[in-house]
């Protein structure tokens, strides 16, 4: 089954314009959710994880158990921001197996 | 520098030949893990290893296996390789349960 959607394989937005991946998943339990990314020929790196809270270049992105989303967001996009994002989670209830979404390519436009 | 090290980065082999894809880290993390990326898939774990001599399956295990002697090595085996099994594969690890250091990737051919 399915654990994690990101609905849009591409996403193209204008430098300045809010942006905002989407990511939903499927488990029961308490899961722990995180974003990564992976710019052009640079390996893949943690960029968030819901538990932190944080704010990473800019991005946020808030754990929502109703809607069962965790969509990454940036009210300012920039050029350097166009790279390959990654939902993922991981849950105690399957042992620490770990689970990524398909991702989504996100162009920002000068 | 703090580095996950995957060797070869490109491998084209033979069906049935059996190979290893070499995974070091020098952050002395506990945990470590594989996952092979495949077009319209993303990234799929394989297996995960908490810690020495403590190995799990991940999401798609079949026609894999691991070892973990040392807490630095994490090599990922494929006993009689078949072309299903070509893709690019990454090795990470971290201090927690969760993938942080990633490898550059292996690009794995199987004819």
């Known amino acids: 089954a399915q654990r994690v959607t990101q609905p849009e394989k591409l996403l193209s937005v204008f430098k300045g314009a809010p942006v905002e991946l989407k990511c939903n998943y499927s488990y029961s339990g308490s899961p722990e959710l995180f974003w990564y990314v992976q710019y052009s020929r640079q390996r893949l790196q943690l960029l968030l994880r819901h538990i932190s809270r944080e704010s990473i270049k800019g991005f946020t992105a808030d754990l929502n158990k109703g809607e069962t989303s965790f969509h990454l967001k940036k009210p300012f996009a920039q050029e350097e921001d166009s790279a390959m994002y990654y939902c993922a989670l991981s849950s105690a209830n399957t042992g620490n197996q770990f689970y990524f979404g398909t991702g989504t390519s996100l162009t920002v436009i000068p | 520098e703090a580095q996950v090290t995957q060797n070869p980065r490109y491998l084209i082999t033979v069906t049935g030949k059996k190979l290893t894809v070499t995974c070091s880290q020098n952050?002395?993390?506990?945990?470590m893990s594989w996952y092979r990326q495949d077009p319209g898939l993303g990234l799929r774990q394989i297996y995960y290893?908490?810690?020495?001599?403590?190995?799990d399956k991940g999401d798609v295990p079949e026609g894999y296996k691991v070892s973990r002697k040392e807490k630095r090595n994490f090599p990922l085996i494929l006993e009689s390789p078949s072309p299903n099994q070509t893709s690019l594969y990454f090795c990470a690890s971290s201090q927690t349960g969760q993938p942080q250091h990633f490898g550059d990737g292996t690009r794995l051919s199987i004819l």
């Open positions: 952050m002395n993390h506990e945990y």
């Open positions: 290893s908490m810690n020495v001599e403590v190995t």
